[in-house]
């Protein structure tokens, strides 16, 4: 049977695939689909499970969410509220929960993580500016105060969240190491002979002093530890912090009990002073030292996502705007599609548009990746946070705010950072397991030591077992991937390669197979048309290119645009055309003053049924065999000529596919055109393997054929009739210079749009790879080896044992030493 339930408090696609886990996990479920559109779930159950068990399953997990059997009116989501500093939008640096997005700062309900601030989009407003005596004062432009006379200065507004932890956590620190350094000189003075301490009082006072001084940091500087404990004890979502909780606090507790009752502790717990061991210097130097590991590990966390930072910081605040020939400054966000803009020397675009006068060299290199300028003229695009060279010019807004290509990619890269890789499944499963492995060794240790341990034995056991708890580190196991991910898309955008998602950065390492298009991905997508060729001598130039040029403005595609370009460049005016269709691979038709013409390759015309001369064919594929493509023209089913286009290779085709074939990938040239045009260019390309008048249902079969043979298949192309083989194929490659379609349709895009990208792309993805599994490796390791050492493995035969302090000051590092090698990606080069 199947029933409807209406679920509140869903917000994103990760609350959605929580709620399911969670309906799932309920006895007598057999299957769960969640809609988060429509705040419902339908379960299909053998016979009808009480509500109470469904309700209690979703109240047990500590979540926001409520189930409800009947539709009820619910409060809308509130949309955030602008907030002065930082996005307001945080997130789980271990992505336990997914894609899942807080709008305020905390720890993760899951892994007790502090929540990481996203990074802001690439849509600054103008700058503000105030005095810094009289910060009510707030102007838009650099002037005096209105009050006191004194200079206006930049106001800091983008102050984020993630710097604010850091402070806060820093603050914290030093309060907690002002606290804990005398209750270690006390605890360690007993090391004296003759101690000074013991002549001023008792041991027993000074274990008092030591109680008074923890205060401050057990309830204040790290009180945030045993919060996270309870709570993930209480939700069953158990932790790092679970761990230090449990360890910390007993340490802790069992020293105040120690205080309070000394007469309850056999004598082997006791010192010659005939007081109780107490441990409360143990157990704040653990919390100062995991608080230390928490602020190096924020700091060191704010420099993973600098690429971002770094682009966000490339669109400017102001721009100057033409309105009626005068110039006014004014803030990137008051700018509108259409405006007219002038770009000045060495200023930076302000936003996404087209040049309408003048000329100059672009720096787009923190775009693309590639340091040579670019040269622009009228007509051409450019694009916001490049840099202009040393003419000044006139661009016309064309995209602003976040429609803008910077915009996209801050976007794009933030996404990516947040989604999982497949591989972290497998640190999932292992910290799953982990920590209540970790709590049954420590059980252990404290019963071995005590029952086969040297006297003291209880005092062994209990410091040994305190050890095991604080060495052990899930978090280490669980930053391994997501921070080498979004380091690695960070490093990408930097070089003009966009990755949708951490899955397709994992695939793109193991690439067997690339299928590239030919028109906009070998070739420069820019066709030109070279001549127009009447089969008979009474037909004009002029008649067959309105035929053409009339036929084709309706087309989208490239070689029709050329056509359409070339027939007003000779001034043709162009027919209007009634029954256009459009043939995807084949060619165009629609009729034209009353005739029906067509336009294509030669399927086109075998479609048609028109039949085409010895002498023209021959002609046409003698243009062919030069690497030029050919498209027919036909009127009321007679051929009366061809159209000549040709296509210029990008500079950068033949060098990109020679490394990727040296790196032992295979590459397999699609093309719709025909055959000895895609022989003449897989030549001059270095590329054996080809298939010409591919139709993009032959180019989904072929890419289904070859993932058929087991081969890992990555698809590069740029134009509507490749989508489908894009979104079938394991890594889908988009040209950025291409389609929407095509980029909708890929999971990575290549900003510059040429092949030596694919190669970026390919470098990266093996990379990232290999820095995960060394984070993995780091984090398994340390945990193999620090647990057993921890428990007093080595006692037996070297007599070492493990400090639960040097545990702690062990476990604090292991985070930081992932973060730092995930940061070496950075330095990678991909050229």
Known sequence: MKKTYYIHGMTCNGCRAHVQHILENVNGVGGVSVDLAEAKAELEMDKEIPFKTLKKALEKDGGSYSIHEKEVQHQKIKKKKPVENGTGTFYCPMHCEGDKTYDKAGDCPVCGMDLVEEVATATP???????????????????????????????????????R???????KFWWALAFTLPIFLIAMSEM???????????????????????????????????ERAFRSVKTWNLNMFTLIGIGAGVAWLFSVFALLMPDFFPEQFKTESDTVHVYFEAATVILTLVLLGQVLEARAHSKTNTAVKELLKLAPNKAVRLVNGEEESVAIDQIQVGDLLRVKPGGKIPVDGKITEGESTIDESMITGEPVPVEKSAGDTVTSGTVNGKQSFIMEAEKVGQETLLSQIVEMVNNASRSRAPIQKLADKISAYFVPAVVFISVLTFVVWAVFGPEPSYVYALVNAIAVLIIACPCALGLATPMSVMVGVGKGAQNGVLIKNAEALEKLNKIDVLVVDKTGTITEGKPSVEQVLAASDHMKEDELLQFIGSVNQLSEHPL???????????????????????????????????????????????????????ELKEAASHQQEKGKTVSYLAVDGELLGYVVISD?????????LQELQKMGIEVHMLTGDNKTTARAVSQEVGLDSFKAEMLPQDKLAEVEKLQAQGKVVAMAGDGINDAPALAQSDVGIAMGTGTDVAIESAQVTLVKGDLQGVVKAYRLGEATMKNIKQNLFFALIYNSIGVPVAAGILFPFFGMLLSPMLAALAMSFSSVSVIANALRLKTVSLN
């Not at 810094?132 to 969240?161: Q, R």
């Not at 932890?165 to 603050?171: A, D, E, I, R, V």
């Not at 002979?193 to 006072?205: D, I, Q, S, W």
């Open 125 to 163: 407003t103008g700058e503000i500016y105030t005095c810094p005596m009289h910060p009510e004062i707030e102007e838009e432009e650099m002037g005096e105060c209105p009050i006191c006379g004194m200079d206006l200065m930049p106001k800091e507004v983008n102050i984020s969240a993630e710097e």
């Open 165 to 171: 932890n850091y402070q806060k956590l820093l603050s």
């Open 192 to 226: 004296v002979p003759n101690n000074p301490l013991f002549k001023v009082m008792p041991l027993r006072y000074w274990n008092w002093v030591q109680l008074g001084l923890s205060l401050p940091v057990v309830f204040y500087a790290t009180w945030m530890f045993f």
């Open 560 to 614: 029709a645009e050329a056509t359409v370009r070339y027939a007003k460049k000779k001034g043709v005016s162009l027919l209007e055309v009634a029954n256009f269709n459009s043939e995807s691979g084949k060619g165009v038709s629609g009729n034209v003053n009353g005739k029906v013409v067509v336009l294509g390759n030669a399927k086109m015309l075998e479609a048609e049924n028109i039949s085409s001369s010895g």
């Open 648 to 656: 210029k290779i990008k500079a950068s085709s033949k060098r990109a």
